[in-house]
């Protein structure tokens, strides 16, 4: 039987009131018409109607009461322990809606709510909470993954972005810098700064990242400073519309590249707590660390130590995290050699090219994002988080390609759970996902390292003696042999 997606929607997607309505509007029409396609049930939580009942505009109230119930409700959930005499009736609305998805009641919440999104991550269910963007992304992906696509990012000079300053993509940079915004832009594209940019289908500006290197810079308001060379994200803004396409992973991929080819020692920004939140929790993610204020934003830092270092006791998985591309490599870490079929490699790797050896290539883009998942049915249950992957692409290349550090491995056969839990990584569609759910799958989450300069052929591997017979399964490989492939690899 075909199994399909439970959504749980927030007041502000079932009844949108917010100003944003208007810009939203595109893509919450298209994630409902994708739901309605893939067959997938938008609910409503029953605390929702307790919070229409206390709106004191009566006729604001039962017009969103009748239209509310143009869903269907989630029925019997559990009451939500967490609620106490002394929380909020916000808070405890709340509270009600993120136990119901605690509770697996529901696959995913859909909100705008961006106190909403920061509470789910207290409770450890951030990835399963989506904004109207990425949800519907996330669809995309599943229902028309032709039409998801993939994001260049180019690097360019300011002085070629001035004639696009009057345009609107920076209407919300100026109200952070007033009356000042411009004036800054243009002194910096007079001394040749450079952005990360991301244009849309339409060849559209949609999201930047102006970067530059410093040394020993005071980076917070208590005079703390950065010893040597470091690299800023300057101004780092993902547009609204293309939100989900993990353009903010591609940027950090970028400054990650730059600041290991510029001996930068640390990457660090400045962000607004009270607006920047799912920026915040993405650098989390890729190892910052705040540091103090400036000017009232936060200050966010990563070490990126040129050298991997050995005197961590971090577990690998937290390891990679905090020093990507640095992965813990000892005897303590399990290798995988895992055999792809060239189909699947340009899926899971759509970037890849023999010989690529620089970020940007040719046109100046750079490919695709670091957090991926690979599904298979490989019989081994073996695999952990931190252990190291070798893709070796089976058939025409006969080469081991890619590199790559586990970050969880799951055995599911609920191709409802799959989809979920690979939405923010994959671009499988969802009658792929259900076919191989027909079998116990494999469902691994990993980081891309990144393509090997040099892929290792087949015949190298033979020669090496890190394998025998041909590459048909996930096979662990030992210290040594690991050792030999980066090697031939030129690592």
């Keep these: 039987m075909t199994q399909r997606l439970r959504f749980l929607l927030d007041t502000n997607v079932l009844i949108p009131l917010q100003d944003s309505f208007q810009i939203l509007e595109k893509n919450l029409a298209n994630f409902v018409r994708l739901a309605n396609i893939g067959g997938h049930s938008l609910l409503y939580h029953p605390a929702t109607i307790t919070d229409f009942e206390r709106d004191a505009d009566v006729q604001r109230r039962e017009r969103s009461l009748q239209r509310i119930r143009q869903y269907p409700a989630l ?109 800054w832009f243009r002194s910096k594209a007079r001394e040749n700064r450079m952005a990360w940019v991301y244009r849309d289908e339409n060849d559209t500006l949609a999201a930047i990242c102006i970067y530059a290197a410093q040394v020993d810079q005071k980076i917070t308001d208590a005079g703390e400073h950065l010893s040597g060379r470091a690299l800023k994200l300057c101004t780092f803004k ?47 993610d890729f190892g910052f660390e705040e540091r103090g204020t400036y000017a009232n934003d936060l200050v966010l830092v990563k070490p990126h130590p040129r050298l991997a270092p050995t005197d961590s006791t971090a577990e690998p998985s937290d390891y990679i995290r905090r020093f990507f591309p640095h ?23 759509p970037d890849y090219s023999p010989q690529q050896q620089r970020l940007f290539g040719m046109a100046g883009n750079v490919g695709n994002a670091i957090k991926l998942a690979y599904l298979c049915h490989a019989p081994t249950n073996a695999i952990h988080p931190g252990d190291v ?92 042999a690991f050792s030999k492939v980066l090697a031939a690899a030129g690592r």
């Excluded at 909470?129 to 028309?144: F, G, P, S």
């Excluded at 939100?243 to 400045?270: M, P, Q, S």
């Excluded at 025409?396 to 790559?404: N, R």
């Excluded at 469902?443 to 040099?454: G, K, M, Q, Y």
């Design 75 to 183: 029925q019997d959930v559990a009451p939500c322990p967490w609620n106490t005499a002394a929380t909020s009736a916000n808070d405890a609305c709340d509270n009600e809606i993120l136990y119901a998805l605690a509770c697996d009641a529901v696959h995913a919440l859909i909100t705008e709510d961006r106190r909403l999104h920061a509470k789910a991550r207290t409770h450890g269910l951030g990835d399963r909470v989506y904004t109207i963007q990425t949800a519907e992304d996330w669809l995309r992906r599943l229902h028309e993954p032709r039409q998801v696509f993939l994001p260049n990012i180019e690097d360019v000079p300011l002085h070629k972005l001035t004639p696009l300053l009057p345009s609107e993509f920076f209407d919300s940079l100026r109200e952070g810098y007033p009356g000042a915004f411009d004036e």
């Design 238 to 284: 993902v547009g609204e519309t293309v939100r989900g396409r993990k353009i903010g992973e591609l940027f950090l991929k970028a400054a990650f590249r730059y600041a290991t080819d510029n001996a930068c020692d640390h990457v660090f920004i400045h962000a607004d707590p009270d607006k920047h939140d799912y920026l915040i929790s993405l650098l989390h």
């Design 327 to 349: 992965f813990r490599r000892d005897a303590q870490v399990q290798k995988f050699l895992i055999p792809i079929q060239p189909a699947f490699h340009e899926t899971l790797f």
């Design 389 to 480: 992957v070798l893709f070796y692409r089976t058939e025409d290349e006969k080469s081991i390609t890619s590199i790559g550090v586990v970050d969880r491995f799951e055995i599911l056969d609920d191709a409802a759970k799959i989809a979920s839990l690979v939405s923010r990584r994959t671009v499988y569609a969802l009658d792929q996902i259900e076919e191989m759910a027909k079998r116990k799958t494999k469902v691994i989450l990993f980081r891309l390292v990144e393509h090997l300069p040099h892929p290792v052929s087949y015949d190298r591997l033979k020669l090496e003696s890190i394998v025998t017979g041909p590459i048909q399964s996930i096979r662990k490989v030992s210290d040594v």
